[in-house]
């Protein structure tokens, strides 16, 4: 039993990492999955997450919100974007991700082609939300589309940054579970 639990829990810090392209908080889910084994699993077991595993778990999350945060805010920050326009930003993000999580199934690389579409379209979103927020503001097209192109970098760059720190928690998890004594 404690095998299948150790490869559920594999797997779904595999899955939940993979919801950071998309704008969810996979990072924080795969901090809760490890917690929840942490507390379930018997600390003898040859198969269990330390508490301190958690914790470093719990950092590697903060880390990878601190950078998405910092650059998506720079994105529109940068050139002047207001608050309305990235709140539009965001929710055009989430939209894009997710509604890219299926037109980039049609890339014909399994998983990399939907992680890739969800990634560009959550940046057009967020591309697509700071110019509808901007023009409502009563900005021009020309700069409105400006804020919209740093949120649209500030989003790719945000995400990347958090996906490549959320990549190291499926790592850290697997070598807590091989290695005794983390």
């Known amino acids: 039993m404690e095998i299948v639990a150790a490869i559920l829990l594999l797997i779904g810090a595999l899955a939940c990492w993979a919801l950071n392209f998309v704008g969810l908080?996979?990072?924080?889910?795969?901090?809760?999955?490890?917690?929840?084994?942490?507390?379930?699993?018997?600390?003898?077991?040859?198969?269990?997450?330390?508490?301190?595993?958690?914790?470093?778990?719990?950092?590697?999350?903060?880390?990878?919100?601190?950078?998405?945060?910092?650059?998506?805010?720079?994105?529109?920050?940068?050139?002047?974007?207001?608050?309305?326009?990235?709140?539009?930003?965001?929710?055009?993000?989430?939209?894009?991700?997710?509604a890219g999580m299926f037109v980039g199934g049609g890339i014909p690389i399994p998983v990399v082609g939907s992680l890739l579409g969800a990634m560009l379209l959550a940046g057009c979103g967020a591309l697509a939300g700071a110019v509808v927020g901007e023009r409502w503001k009563g900005r021009e097209w020309d700069e409105s589309l400006q804020i919209g192109h740093g949120a649209f970098w500030g989003r790719v760059l945000g995400t990347l940054g958090k996906a490549l720190v959320g990549g190291l928690m499926p790592v850290v998890v697997l070598l807590a579970l091989l290695l005794e004594g983390i």
Request: with cysteine; net charge neutral; proline share 1%.
């Open 25 to 98: 908080p996979g990072n924080w889910l795969v901090v809760c999955l490890s917690a929840t084994h942490a507390m379930f699993v018997q600390s003898d077991s040859r198969l269990d997450v330390s508490w301190v595993v958690v914790g470093i778990l719990l950092l590697l999350a903060v880390l990878g919100e601190i950078i998405e945060f910092a650059a998506s805010a720079m994105g529109v920050a940068k050139l002047g974007g207001s608050r309305r326009g990235a709140v539009l930003a965001v929710v055009g993000s989430v939209a894009g991700g997710i």
